[in-house]
């Protein structure tokens, strides 16, 4: 709670200071306000955990800080300094973009600590429509302007079907709260009943969610999307938005179906997991837009991402949050490094060459975050994905059949990029300020760190 | 006891500190850094092995686990008994003079401090195979010192010739780590443990088949095999002469070869339970005995001549083993690491003083030009071929009344062996240091005496290898001080207090006709090579049997047409045919089909909007469908 009043305070003086100030000066306040939140996350409100649902929890509070709510909030935060500090000036001009920035943080934090239908909702809302504003932000460029028309007709349409959802569930249990929810999804669990509302209010409310993560068949906007809009916006959308929507995908589960319904909903949700990495994979192998080709890999990432909603509570917790970790800091370096690339103009792969001859460390740092991206061992995409494909395994063993297949195929991929950057002769340059090292430097331990020590790495959820 | 772990941190240090500053110290301090770490460790072995002087209890320690699975658990421990004692101050203490002794003889290389650096590093490993407690720890060592062995061989890495003399010794040495490997699988496997204490109990041992006993010990003797270059796998000691001279000293004559007897005498439990694994280890020892010193009448180079000594003398030690005679292969491995690291570092004091010539038929009369050289050359010599008080009198007679106990035919082998080893050394040691300098008139105006820190470590070795007999010192001499290391060892190896003994006749019978047939040995030589002054052929001039003897009988050849050749066809083949034709074009139509969905799906994907809100609607139809009807 302190740390989201932080956030919000620090995106209405940003606004305000930034009318005056020159936009560099607005970022470096709103990393300030954005650290000061980081390190107010220890000390917010407690609450019980989700997998630990008890009647005290849900009627009085509408948000609870709880474990799983500060450790994803953490990652959120983390992720915003790293993109307001590594994508400045890569925009057009303006603090209020960057107030827009936080206030959609405010709604990805939200998204992460409901308690209620309405809360999420809330969240949901105030996470994308700032984004439909960034998308477009670059108002001369066409793609940019086809984006955001996109990305806000399709994001109306999913937000109508989680809207009917919600209202479908309060029609059949007088309620948006997680007590009364969960309690009827006790009830018709435990009566082996299926009320038509209820279903079909569930089978809705997961819809919208899965549009949120780009989950197949949800997901078509997403590489339109990603592609024409600003970097920026578009790092913003694969990091925190996904991360956001998972931590809100993953937090509906025990507090609302709960466990009398879970393997029901479970089922559903493995196919989904199941088509969403193999069409993310395989759409990725193709592309030869660097940018399409994250948006697929993201999908893909949701993919795997959506196992750890299958498993036990805690262990999915554990490993969700160790994927993210690696999934935010990777992603953060390809981004990056492709911003600093394809400012000529070319957005294809030949962006990269030349790269690993020109600046050896960003090449290291590049393909580093891409052997994360690919799980390979000793990074922290290797330990999230253990974590996740280990603890399917006894109930889900085709899905992680698939999840595997998946991994294979993605390796053509990423492995592509480092051969261009590595192998190709080329022009591809990156100058790096102080700043720059010093994040892509915390970004990197965070990959070896997690990937290397991924059991203290737990521990540090037992505090 | 804290010391323990700082025995082996001291070279490990002196590898870091020679290894990454090396390259920014003046030339000289890495080579004393290096010196000094094996010091500290020969110290401080010292005062450990004066402890267990008084009390055999041996010291333990373990400081983290390896490995734990379940019951399983493979600790970082180390274990010093006396046994393990007395091989540590072998290999810090000749380690240590070597050291020294390659300050001045690497003076002038350009990778001086790899040299140390690697040196020190071998030291490390070669500490923890014998002070490790499991086998485990054994394994980690014995693979370290196979790739210190690879490092040093190939130190010269320009030449394409030593590389490959590298890589053959790798080779060499995997395929008998295999045959270790799958031995210490089988015993986690039996034992369900690779500590040493739980497996090598001989109570525990009454519980497992005899035929796994038998597998186990042959299979580490196979390991055995690589490591001290035995029948069939000893091919590639020879060639590790590549190497600077004081790596064969260290490496290749006084320690890493004689892992593979350390690791016999140490699991000698499992090995008394099996007649035929031992009888094994006795035909092997023998054979390669026999045929390495007949390889070495023929030798021209100096350092083939003591490489192929080596492997004879090491067959040596495993007819003791094969014998029993577990104490008797530690003094010979004891007095052998005196006098043949002496050998070693001699030749390479001549070496040296020829700036590396290493042909003996270009040498000769150099007992003038380097007297310290020669007279400590001369007490090695007689040393090895076992003249009467020097060490390897009393160490290879040990082994030959021990063999006679055993079987009286293979004691007669035996004798021809050591007859054998005395006619090679002496051959050596006459045309080398005897005659006139045949090499060229630069050479000669060179010539001169090695300095003070090739000299003193020679010096050292010579005293050690005449006296070194008095470690263990036969009854017949004196009933004091007699069997010193039998007394010393006997708790460590369980074994009985006093040996079992041959009359003092027959004892002495013995004795007579090994110096007998050794005096024999002596006329031969002082005829042939002094009174005549033969040289030794060239290559074009040789002919029959001498012929295949220096061409080492082709098992260099016979290897390659009977192994390499077939394996390489087969590769060529299951290349060509399986691997290209069938397995890539497996895989590839894997990578072919993938692709044609990735395109199949782009059309799907086509930009527009109203074909995404139909899918997306038909998915929600399917999903929201699917869960009403159910």
């Given at each position: 709670?302190?740390?989201?009043?932080?956030?919000?305070?620090?995106?209405?003086?940003?606004?305000?200071?930034?009318?005056?100030?020159?936009?560099?000066?607005?970022?470096?306040?709103?990393?300030?306000?954005?650290?000061?939140?980081?390190?107010?996350?220890?000390?917010?409100?407690?609450?019980?955990?989700?997998?630990?649902?008890?009647?005290?929890?849900?009627?009085?509070?509408?948000?609870?800080?709880?474990?799983?709510?500060?450790?994803?909030?953490?990652?959120?935060?983390?992720?915003?300094?790293?993109?307001?500090?590594?994508?400045?000036?890569?925009?057009?001009?303006?603090?209020?973009?960057?107030?827009?920035?936080?206030?959609?943080?405010?709604?990805?934090?939200?998204?992460?600590?409901?308690?209620?239908?309405?809360?999420?909702?809330?969240?949901?809302?105030?996470?994308?429509?700032?984004?439909?504003?960034?998308?477009?932000?670059?108002?001369?460029?066409?793609?940019?302007?086809?984006?955001?028309?996109?990305?806000?007709?399709?994001?109306?349409?999913?937000?109508?079907?989680?809207?009917?959802?919600?209202?479908?569930?309060?029609?059949?249990?007088?309620?948006?709260?997680?007590?009364?929810?969960?309690?009827?999804?006790?009830?018709?669990?435990?009566?082996?009943?299926?009320?038509?509302?209820?279903?079909?209010?569930?089978?809705?409310?997961?819809?919208?969610?899965?549009?949120?993560?780009?989950?197949?068949?949800?997901?078509?906007?997403?590489?339109?999307?990603?592609?024409?809009?600003?970097?920026?916006?578009?790092?913003?959308?694969?990091?925190?938005?996904?991360?956001?929507?998972?931590?809100?995908?993953?937090?509906?589960?025990?507090?609302?179906?709960?466990?009398?319904?879970?393997?029901?909903?479970?089922?559903?949700?493995?196919?989904?997991?199941?088509?969403?990495?193999?069409?993310?994979?395989?759409?990725?192998?193709?592309?030869?837009?660097?940018?399409?080709?994250?948006?697929?890999?993201?999908?893909?990432?949701?993919?795997?991402?959506?196992?750890?909603?299958?498993?036990?509570?805690?262990?999915?917790?554990?490993?969700?949050?160790?994927?993210?970790?690696?999934?935010?800091?990777?992603?953060?370096?390809?981004?990056?490094?492709?911003?600093?690339?394809?400012?000529?103009?070319?957005?294809?792969?030949?962006?990269?060459?030349?790269?690993?001859?020109?600046?050896?460390?960003?090449?290291?740092?590049?393909?580093?975050?891409?052997?994360?991206?690919?799980?390979?061992?000793?990074?922290?995409?290797?330990?999230?994905?253990?974590?996740?494909?280990?603890?399917?395994?006894?109930?889900?063993?085709?899905?992680?059949?698939?999840?595997?297949?998946?991994?294979?195929?993605?390796?053509?991929?990423?492995?592509?990029?480092?051969?261009?950057?590595?192998?190709?002769?080329?022009?591809?340059?990156?100058?790096?300020?102080?700043?720059?090292?010093?994040?892509?430097?915390?970004?990197?331990?965070?990959?070896?760190?997690?990937?290397?020590?991924?059991?203290?790495?737990?521990?540090?959820?037992?505090? | 006891?804290?010391?323990?772990?700082?025995?082996?941190?001291?070279?490990?240090?002196g590898f870091a500190i020679s290894g990454l500053a090396g390259k920014y110290l003046p030339k000289g301090t890495t080579g004393w850094?290096?010196?000094?770490?094996?010091?500290?460790?020969?110290?401080?072995?010292?005062?450990?092995?004066?402890?267990?002087?008084?009390?055999?209890?041996?010291?333990?320690?373990?400081?983290?686990?390896?490995?734990?699975?379940?019951?399983?658990?493979?600790?970082?421990?180390?274990?010093?008994?006396?046994?393990?004692?007395?091989?540590?101050?072998?290999?810090?203490?000749?380690?240590?003079?070597?050291?020294?002794?390659?300050?001045?003889?690497?003076?002038?290389?350009?990778?001086?401090?790899?040299?140390?650096?690697?040196?020190?590093?071998?030291?490390?490993?070669?500490?923890?195979?014998?002070?490790?407690?499991?086998?485990?720890?054994?394994?980690?060592?014995?693979?370290?010192?196979?790739?210190?062995?690879?490092?040093?061989?190939?130190?010269?890495?320009?030449?394409?010739?030593?590389?490959?003399?590298?890589?053959?010794?790798?080779?060499?040495?995997?395929?008998?780590?295999?045959?270790?490997?799958?031995?210490?699988?089988?015993?986690?496997?039996?034992?369900?443990?690779?500590?040493?204490?739980?497996?090598?109990?001989?109570?525990?041992?009454?519980?497992?088949?005899?035929?796994?006993?038998?597998?186990?010990?042959?299979?580490?003797?196979?390991?055995?095999?690589?490591?001290?270059?035995?029948?069939?796998?000893?091919?590639?000691?020879?060639?590790?002469?590549?190497?600077?001279?004081?790596?064969?000293?260290?490496?290749?004559?006084?320690?890493?070869?004689?892992?593979?007897?350390?690791?016999?005498?140490?699991?000698?439990?499992l090995f008394d339970m099996s007649v035929f694994a031992r009888e094994f280890v006795l035909i092997i020892g023998l054979c390669t005995?026999?045929?390495?010193?007949?390889?070495?009448?023929?030798?021209?180079?100096?350092?083939?001549?003591?490489?192929?000594?080596?492997?004879?003398?090491?067959?040596?030690?495993?007819?003791?083993?094969?014998?029993?005679?577990?104490?008797?292969?530690?003094?010979?491995?004891?007095?052998?690491?005196?006098?043949?690291?002496?050998?070693?570092?001699?030749?390479?004091?001549?070496?040296?003083?020829?700036?590396?010539?290493?042909?003996?038929?270009?040498?000769?009369?150099?007992?003038?030009?380097?007297?310290?050289?020669?007279?400590?050359?001369?007490?090695?010599?007689?040393?090895?071929?076992?003249?009467?008080?020097?060490?390897?009198?009393?160490?290879?007679?040990?082994?030959?009344?021990?063999?006679?106990?055993?079987?009286?035919?293979?004691?007669?082998?035996?004798?021809?062996?050591?007859?054998?080893?005395?006619?090679?050394?002496?051959?050596?040691?006459?045309?080398?240091?005897?005659?006139?300098?045949?090499?060229?008139?630069?050479?000669?105006?060179?010539?001169?005496?090695?300095?003070?820190?090739?000299?003193?470590?020679?010096?050292?070795?010579?005293?050690?290898?005449?006296?070194?007999?008095?470690?263990?010192?036969?009854?017949?001499?004196?009933?004091?001080?007699?069997?010193?290391?039998?007394?010393?060892?006997?708790?460590?190896?369980?074994?009985?207090?006093?040996?079992?003994?041959?009359?003092?006749?027959?004892?002495?019978?013995?004795?007579?006709?090994?110096?007998?047939?050794?005096?024999?040995?002596?006329?031969?030589?002082?005829?042939?090579?002094?009174?005549?002054?033969?040289?030794?052929?060239?290559?074009?001039?040789?002919?029959?049997?001498?012929?295949?003897?220096?061409?080492?009988?082709?098992?260099?050849?016979?290897?390659?047409?009977?192994?390499?050749?077939?394996?390489?066809?087969?590769?060529?083949?299951?290349?060509?045919?399986?691997?290209?034709?069938?397995?890539?074009?497996?895989?590839?139509?894997?990578?072919?089909?993938?692709?044609?969905?990735?395109?199949?799906?782009?059309?799907?994907?086509?930009?527009?909007?109203?074909?995404?809100?139909?899918?997306?609607?038909?998915?929600?139809?399917?999903?929201?469908?699917?869960?009403?009807?159910?």
């Amino acid at each position: 709670m302190k740390s989201l009043l932080i956030i919000f305070i620090g995106a209405i003086v940003v606004l305000f200071t930034g009318i005056k100030k020159p936009e560099k000066k607005s970022i470096g306040l709103a990393i300030a306000f954005l650290v000061m939140a980081l390190a107010l996350i220890p000390f917010d409100m407690m609450g019980k955990l989700p997998w630990n649902f008890e009647i005290k929890y849900a009627p009085i509070n509408m948000v609870a800080f709880d474990i799983s709510a500060r450790a994803f909030s953490g990652v959120l935060i983390l992720g915003t300094i790293f993109i307001l500090g590594l994508f400045s000036g890569s925009d057009r001009k303006g603090s209020d973009l960057i107030g827009l920035v936080m206030f959609s943080l405010c709604g990805a934090i939200l998204m992460t600590s409901f308690t209620n239908l309405i809360m999420m909702f809330l969240g949901i809302e105030a996470l994308s429509i700032p984004l439909y504003v960034l998308a477009g932000s670059k108002k001369s460029d066409l793609r940019s302007n086809e984006a955001a028309i996109k990305y806000f007709l399709m994001g109306a349409f999913s937000t109508a079907i989680f809207l009917m959802g919600c209202a479908f569930l309060y029609g059949s249990s007088k309620g948006f709260d997680a007590f009364s929810l969960h309690d009827m999804s006790a009830f018709v669990g435990h009566n082996h009943m299926s009320p038509p509302l209820f279903t079909v209010g569930i089978s809705l409310v997961l819809i919208g969610l899965a549009f949120k993560v780009s989950a197949f068949p949800f997901h078509f906007w997403s590489p339109d999307v990603y592609e024409g809009s600003p970097n920026r916006t578009t790092v913003f959308m694969a990091v925190i938005v996904k991360i956001a929507a998972i931590a809100a995908f993953y937090r509906f589960f025990p507090l609302i179906i709960g466990e009398a319904q879970a393997v029901t909903w479970g089922t559903i949700l493995a196919c989904i997991s199941a088509c969403t990495i193999l069409v993310g994979n395989i759409g990725a192998l193709r592309q030869k837009s660097v940018k399409r080709l994250l948006a697929y890999s993201g999908i893909a990432q949701a993919g795997y991402l959506l196992m750890g909603i299958l498993i036990a509570p805690e262990k999915g917790f554990q490993a969700l949050w160790i994927y993210s970790l690696g999934y935010v800091s990777a992603n953060v370096i390809v981004f990056y490094l492709f911003n600093k690339v394809s400012a000529g103009g070319d957005e294809t792969f030949a962006a990269f060459r030349g790269l690993g001859r020109n600046n050896k460390g960003a090449a290291l740092v590049l393909c580093l975050s891409m052997l994360s991206l690919a799980g390979i061992p000793l990074t922290a995409g290797f330990a999230g994905k253990y974590l996740l494909f280990s603890s399917a395994f006894s109930d889900y063993i085709y899905l992680v059949i698939i999840a595997l297949i998946g991994s294979a195929i993605s390796i053509g991929y990423y492995f592509r990029i480092f051969k261009e950057a590595i192998l190709m002769d080329g022009e591809a340059r990156v100058q790096m300020r102080i700043v720059d090292i010093l994040l892509l430097g915390l970004a990197v331990t965070m990959i070896l760190g997690v990937g290397i020590l991924p059991g203290f790495v737990i521990q540090i959820l037992q505090f | 006891m804290e010391n323990l772990l700082w025995i082996i941190l001291s070279p490990l240090a002196g590898f870091a500190i020679s290894g990454l500053a090396g390259k920014y110290l003046p030339k000289g301090t890495t080579g004393w850094i290096a010196s000094l770490a094996v010091l500290v460790s020969f110290v401080l072995s010292f005062s450990l092995f004066n402890g267990l002087l008084s009390n055999p209890a041996a010291i333990k320690k373990e400081y983290f686990t390896f490995i734990g699975s379940g019951n399983f658990h493979v600790n970082f421990a180390l274990s010093v008994d006396r046994l393990t004692a007395m091989m540590m101050l072998i290999v810090t203490g000749i380690g240590f003079l070597i050291h020294v002794y390659s300050i001045s003889y690497m003076h002038s290389d350009e990778g001086f401090y790899k040299f140390f650096a690697f040196l020190n590093l071998f030291i490390f490993n070669m500490l923890i195979l014998i002070m490790g407690s499991n086998f485990l720890m054994l394994f980690f060592g014995w693979e370290g010192v196979g790739l210190c062995s690879y490092l040093l061989i190939g130190f010269w890495y320009q030449n394409e010739a030593y590389g490959k003399a590298a890589r053959k010794a790798f080779v060499m040495n995997r395929i008998g780590d295999l045959g270790l490997l799958i031995g210490i699988f089988l015993i986690a496997w039996q034992f369900g443990s690779l500590d040493y204490d739980k497996v090598l109990d001989p109570a525990k041992l009454v519980a497992i088949a005899p035929g796994m006993i038998t597998a186990i010990c042959v299979l580490l003797f196979i390991g055995a095999m690589g490591k001290s270059a035995q029948i069939p796998l000893y091919t590639w000691l020879p060639d590790a002469m590549a190497g600077p001279t004081p790596v064969s000293a260290l490496i290749h004559a006084a320690t890493m070869v004689t892992a593979g007897i350390y690791l016999v005498v140490r699991t000698h439990v499992l090995f008394d339970m099996s007649v035929f694994a031992r009888e094994f280890v006795l035909i092997i020892g023998l054979c390669t005995s026999i045929l390495a010193a007949l390889i070495g009448l023929k030798q021209n180079d100096i350092k083939k001549v003591l490489a192929y000594s080596t492997v004879s003398q090491l067959g040596f030690m495993f007819i003791a083993l094969g014998s029993q005679a577990y104490v008797a292969a530690m003094f010979h491995l004891t007095t052998h690491a005196f006098f043949k690291a002496l050998l070693f570092l001699g030749s390479g004091s001549v070496i040296h003083a020829l700036d590396g010539e290493q042909d003996i038929r270009k040498m000769g009369g150099l007992r003038k030009a380097m007297p310290i050289t020669f007279w400590t050359f001369l007490l090695g010599t007689l040393a090895i071929c076992g003249f009467p008080y020097f060490s390897g009198f009393f160490s290879k007679d040990e082994i030959l009344a021990e063999v006679y106990k055993h079987n009286v035919v293979l004691w007669a082998l035996c004798v021809g062996s050591a007859g054998l080893t005395c006619i090679y050394m002496l051959r050596v040691l006459i045309v080398t240091f005897w005659g006139t300098f045949r090499g060229s008139e630069e050479q000669k105006h060179h010539l001169h005496e090695s300095p003070a820190l090739i000299t003193i470590p020679l010096v050292i070795l010579a005293v050690l290898s005449v006296f070194g007999g008095i470690l263990n010192l036969p009854p017949l001499l004196s009933d004091s001080i007699a069997h010193g290391m039998h007394h010393f060892l006997s708790p460590a190896l369980n074994l009985a207090e006093v040996p079992e003994e041959l009359s003092p006749l027959s004892q002495l019978n013995l004795v007579v006709v090994t110096v007998v047939v050794l005096a024999l040995a002596f006329w031969y030589v002082r005829h042939k090579y002094i009174a005549k002054q033969v040289v030794p052929e060239t290559d074009d001039a040789m002919s029959g049997m001498g012929k295949v003897m220096a061409n080492k009988f082709y098992v260099d050849e016979i290897f390659d047409a009977s192994l390499v050749e077939p394996i390489e066809k087969t590769s060529d083949f299951t290349y060509k045919w399986l691997d290209r034709k069938w397995i890539d074009g497996l895989v590839n139509s894997f990578g072919k089909i993938a692709n044609a969905m990735s395109n199949l799906y782009g059309k799907m994907q086509n930009g527009n909007l109203e074909y995404y809100l139909l899918y997306m609607v038909a998915g929600i139809i399917l999903i929201v469908g699917y869960n009403l009807m159910k």
